[in-house]
């Protein structure tokens, strides 16, 4: 996705808090979809921030605190807490 400025340059102009939110505004749009910024896990009691484009893989493959059945139980766990349960 592209991420635009437009910025009236007139020094003259009455209307750069106009400008100012227009800018704001296509930041904000982009910042709410680019794969770069930092955001939190959604798996409950992870704390790690990761950039989105990589926060599926951690969500479902590698986050410790993600949901798992347990081989001897069958219940299921927060992958940390598994061998905790069971040693």
């Known amino acids: 996705r592209e991420f635009c400025y437009r910025y009236d340059y007139n020094s003259n102009s009455n209307n750069s808090n106009s400008n100012n939110e227009y800018i704001n505004f296509f930041y904000q749009d982009h910042l709410s979809s680019c794969s770069f910024k930092l955001v939190s896990?959604?798996?409950?009691?992870?704390?790690?921030?990761?950039q989105?484009?990589?926060l599926e893989e951690h969500v479902t493959n590698s986050c410790q605190w993600?949901?798992?059945?347990c081989d001897h139980c069958k219940e299921s766990h927060p992958k940390c807490l598994i061998q905790v349960r069971h040693n």
Request: with cysteine; glycine share 0%; hydrophobic share 30%.
């Open 66 to 69: 993600r949901i798992v059945v």
């Open 41 to 50: 896990c959604t798996n409950e009691n992870c704390q790690v921030t990761i």
């Open 52 to 54: 989105r484009k990589e």
